[in-house]
């Protein structure tokens, strides 16, 4: 990422249409499947044996998922490497894109790179059963401070509203307006007003979606905590 930025940032930053944003999205979503690929190898690594792998919806986005179930077998630090082995295989597949964006100077290649390390490391913000939040509950657990991943999760909830909202416009905007809209693009100040009023209207209900599941497991979790204080 950093020779992406520094070395060539004009082969990092060109303006891409939109069949190339397609590529990308298309890329970046295989890269969730080398982070799927990781963790398998990770718990193969320490002698467990790994489940089904598959693919759902996480939020408003689809994501691929591994079962791995006899994580639970293994010690702490075994634990934490299976944690963190997923964004790292991701990494990994952002590395391999970047070079070969530099190799043959492919500003659609670079930018993917980009977005796949951006992917990685958002992984490892320990959100409501994110790699993070898995990571700091078996660190915790192993200190015996389980109490204090609640109050983790609460802060880094409150502080990733506002970087939710920031990737979810960047991605609408950068990526599935063109692709999308571009048909229906005019020169005119009026149509290119239209298309912003619709982007914008679906930003924000991807944003609310976000926001009303955060609250959601906000309370579910303090109304399960007082139950469990009450006498």
Not at 9 to 22: C, E, M, N, V
Request: aromatic fraction near 10%.
């Amino acid at each position: 990422m950093i020779a992406l930025l520094v070395l060539d940032p004009h082969t990092a930053h060109a303006q891409i249409g939109a069949h190339s944003a397609l590529i990308i999205f298309m890329i970046t979503t295989a890269s969730f499947l080398a982070h799927e690929l990781g963790h398998g190898a990770a718990l193969r690594a320490h002698g467990q044996s790994t489940g089904n792998l598959g693919v759902g919806i996480y939020l408003v986005y689809p994501v691929f998922f591994i079962e791995i179930f006899a994580h639970e077998a293994l010690s702490g630090v075994e634990k934490l490497w299976v944690n963190i082995s997923g964004a790292h295989f991701q990494v990994l597949f952002g590395s391999a894109i970047a070079t070969f964006a530099l190799t043959v100077g492919s500003p659609l290649l670079a930018q993917t790179a980009e977005w796949v390390y951006i992917l990685a490391f958002a992984q490892l913000i320990p959100l409501n059963k994110s790699d993070g939040y898995w990571l700091a509950h078996d660190l915790l657990a192993s200190k015996g401070k389980e109490k204090t991943l609640g109050k983790l999760t609460l802060v880094c909830n409150l502080i990733a509203i506002p970087i939710l909202a920031f990737v979810i416009y960047n991605v609408l905007y950068n990526m599935l307006w063109p692709l999308f809209f571009q048909l229906y693009w005019t020169h005119s100040l009026q149509g290119l007003s239209k298309l912003m009023t619709l982007s914008v209207l679906i930003t924000a209900l991807q944003v609310a979606v976000v926001l009303l599941l955060i609250v959601r497991s906000i309370v579910r979790a303090h109304s399960r905590k007082r139950r469990v204080t009450m006498p």
